[in-house]
């Protein structure tokens, strides 16, 4: 069954933790994202990544890092220096840039700081 | 810029009855349209999207939208809600012309059904 996974579903952090969330998919998708979700604020982009090494910025990268080492893979950190990451997190992915490409979703990590 | 506005983060209907989701856009060139649900603590799954072609676009599940150039807007319908209906649902733009095909989200709407 092709598809993305994300884990954990739920995952707890004390204040002052690194925390890494994982992505992964068998699409054979080129470009993968990471989205926070907050109640009532849609979805909003931390990075992306459209080819294997590479790797964006989006709107609301700081206190964020992911690394892109395999096509299949996108993990994402959330660290100490994130004020606010109690959040939903969803990683997408699509086949490549263009703009008509659907982009298809995980099925999400809440994150809770404890 | 792009942006997306969704009127009302509630909408509330009875079983049976019309379905109206609004979506309007900004853009200085029309953008490519998307319709995503979210059922709770579950990740987006694609409704239906307009590109080129024809502006009444069908999608799962008995949704369909109309791309209005003229009033900027891409309102999602179904013309009788189900209970199963009930979730949040989310419109997004992507440039046409961009280099990465990025999409932009409205706030959502969260849809309620009355038995």
């Known amino acids: 069954d092709g598809g993305i996974t994300q884990s954990p579903k739920y995952l707890f952090r004390k204040e002052g933790q690194n925390v890494t969330l994982s992505c992964e998919q068998n699409?054979?998708?080129?470009?993968m994202y990471w989205y926070r979700q907050d109640p009532g604020q849609g979805l909003r982009l931390i990075y992306y990544?459209?080819?294997?090494?590479?790797?964006q910025k989006g709107d609301i990268a700081e206190g964020y890092s992911v690394s892109r080492e395999k096509k299949e893979s996108f993990p994402l950190t959330v660290t100490s220096a994130q004020k606010n990451p109690t959040a939903f997190y969803l990683c997408?992915?699509?086949?490549?840039?263009?703009?008509?490409?659907?982009?298809?979703f995980g099925p999400g990590t809440r994150l809770t700081v404890l | 810029a792009q942006s997306v506005t969704q009127l009302g983060s509630h909408v509330s209907v009875s079983e049976g009855a019309l379905v109206l989701l609004r979506c309007n856009y900004s853009?200085?060139?029309?953008?490519?349209l998307f319709w995503y649900v979210q059922y709770p603590n579950q990740g987006l799954q694609l409704l239906l999207k307009?590109?080129?072609?024809?502006?009444l676009v069908k999608g799962i599940n008995g949704f369909e939208a109309e791309f209005k150039k003229s009033e900027t807007s891409f309102h999602l319908t179904k013309p009788s809600a189900h209970m199963s209906d009930a979730a949040e649902y989310f419109c997004?733009?992507?440039?046409?012309?961009?280099?990465?095909?990025?999409?932009?989200f409205g706030k959502g709407t969260k849809l309620s059904v009355k038995p």
């Open positions: 853009s200085s060139v029309p953008p490519y």
């Open positions: 699409l054979n998708h080129d470009a």
């Open positions: 997408a992915s699509k086949t490549g840039t263009t703009s008509t490409d659907t982009q298809y």
């Open positions: 307009y590109t080129t072609g024809a502006t």
């Open positions: 997004a733009v992507s440039d046409p012309g961009g280099s990465q095909g990025n999409l932009i």
């Open positions: 990544s459209q080819i294997v090494n590479d790797f």
